[in-house]
């Protein structure tokens, strides 16, 4: 990336321009001022002056920076529609993981143990083993996953704290209440036996664990985004 441009890179994500738009942006800009450059040192001067006269060619920083921002359509969604990209988005992130995972503990079920009233708490060796285990860390690494790609988005947009921390505590939330339950006595209307609920418990042990998974998932995802923010706060004062 050409260093004349890094400041004007930080103003454009900044405006909300996603960051395709501002790479390719930079590029032509950085192809162009190479021609100019090219074409100044031709005339007779000197390298540093002819890339002074070639970036006053190009036009002011607001110019550049100008002809991005007042485009809504090199605006990243994010910025766009907070509200569904933090909110809508995640979910259905998560729905698309856990309805992959549920697949596998179902196909796992049939295949491997299907004369079982429920997989779970059956001990699974060699393929079988290998089979659910790949749906246990896609059910359980989901949200780790859509938590620390919205942490990405933030900091790539730079992105104010407000959506990202409702869209990381939703996440968190969702997540700690989950529970799949598999049984084909207990569970006779569910897909394939097989239910998937949000409720923390009736117990005060099922309770505090599921405030706990909640608690869990929030600090290691909130965790990368809160040193960003510290990173970011310390760069501005230096």
């Known amino acids: 990336m050409a260093k004349p441009f890094d400041d004007l890179q930080e103003r454009l994500l900044r405006a909300g321009i996603a960051p395709r738009h501002v790479k390719r942006y930079l590029v032509e800009l950085a192809d162009h001022l190479a021609d100019l450059t090219a074409e100044e040192e031709h005339a007779g ?9 070639a970036l006053a060619r190009l036009g002011s920083m607001d110019d550049l920076a100008n002809a991005m921002t007042g485009q809504r359509q090199f605006k990243a969604w994010c910025v766009r529609a907070p509200w569904a990209f933090f ?10 993981a856990w309805m992959a995972a549920i697949f596998i503990l179902w196909s796992g079920w049939q295949i491997f143990m299907p004369g079982v009233d429920t997989p779970f708490g059956v001990r699974e060796f ?21 938590g620390w790609g919205m942490v990405l988005i933030a900091a790539r947009q730079r992105l104010g704290a407000l959506w990202p921390a409702v869209g990381l505590l939703l ?23 097989i239910s998937l609920s949000f409720a923390p418990g009736t117990s005060p042990g099922d309770v505090t664990d599921s405030l706990v998974h909640v608690l869990v998932i929030l600090t290691l995802t909130a965790l990368p985004y809160f040193l960003w923010k510290v990173q970011q706060a310390h760069t501005i004062s230096a």
């Open 45 to 53: 001067h000197c390298h540093a002056e002819a890339e002074s006269s």
């Open 87 to 96: 909110s809508l988005g995640p979910l259905l992130y998560l729905a698309g």
């Open 126 to 146: 060699g393929l079988a083993g290998l089979y659910f285990q790949l749906g246990r860390a896609i059910y359980f690494t989901a949200p780790l996953l859509v």
């Open 171 to 193: 996440n968190a939330w969702v997540s700690g209440m989950a529970h799949i339950h598999a049984s084909r006595m207990g569970v006779p209307g569910g897909l394939g036996h």
